[in-house]
């Protein structure tokens, strides 16, 4: 049964591949876009593929429409969303993409460029990104208006990594990361990940002080991440998290 540390670890494995995805539809009329008048609703659902570091559950089909970006009012009707929080003190906008922990050839590539989702945060500005059941994956958090990439493409600025729903191990779980940024030798930008569900917080603040998250030098300890049993997920992500 896949553990979550397994996943964290899959993440960071360039060039690694899983066999291609079943497709099993449901919710044909998916629409990505946030709306005040309609519910969002996500694609198909994508067969499991996979065990241990190389599984690759719901990939959304059309691919990607198991990750939404919504509107507050909308938040309630979701079992698992992300809340970013981007501080009043922050200078400037940010910028987050979401993507996959799968590629859309089923290899562990989604952080290489494959967004499903790639939006701005103003200062003092709340946006929400809700995810269907079995999506594993991660965003990449920075400033500017474009996502920081390593000379490999991959995303390298500081990483919130999520699974949520895993049919494998029926659990949900996530973590901040700072390994790409510090292998590119690139800035780590501060970021917290709370869960409204649980009591145990993942971070690294602007200062470098790291709690419960996985750096370049604790990355193959295997008992950082915070787990969750089944149930619904709420997460509070503060950007530029100063501790």
Not at 23 to 40: L, V
Not at 163 to 169: E, H, L
Not at 170 to 191: C, E, I, K, P, R
Request: charged fraction near 10%.
């Amino acid at each position: 049964m896949m553990q979550l540390e397994a996943f964290i670890i899959s993440l960071m494995e360039i060039g690694a591949y899983a066999h291609s995805h079943g497709h099993a539809r449901r919710h044909p009329e998916f629409d990505a876009r946030p709306s005040n008048t309609a519910k969002p609703h996500f694609g198909g659902q994508t067969s499991q593929t996979g065990d241990g570091i190389s599984y690759c559950g719901n990939a959304g089909e059309p691919y990607g429409s198991n990750i939404l970006l919504i509107d507050d009012i909308w938040v309630s009707s979701f079992k698992y969303v992300a809340q970013f929080y981007s501080p009043p003190e922050t200078t400037e906008s940010w910028n987050i993409v979401v993507w996959n922990k799968c590629g859309k050839d089923g290899g562990i590539n989604g952080f290489f460029g494959q967004w499903v989702q790639n939006f701005q945060i103003a200062p003092g500005e709340i946006k929400y990104v809700a995810f269907d059941e079995d999506t594993q994956g991660g965003w990449g958090a920075a400033p500017g208006s474009s996502p920081i990439l390593n000379e490999y493409g991959s995303c390298a600025s500081t990483w919130g990594e999520f699974d949520f729903g895993n049919s494998a191990n029926n659990a949900s779980g996530y973590d901040v990361s700072a390994n790409q940024a510090q292998n590119a030798g690139l800035t780590v930008q501060g970021m917290q990940i709370c869960a409204t569900q649980g009591t145990k917080c993942s971070s690294i603040s602007n200062s470098g002080t790291v709690v419960n998250a996985y750096t370049a030098a604790n990355s193959n300890q295997d008992d950082i991440a915070s787990v969750l049993s089944t149930g619904p997920v709420n997460l509070n992500v503060t950007l530029n998290f100063s501790g």
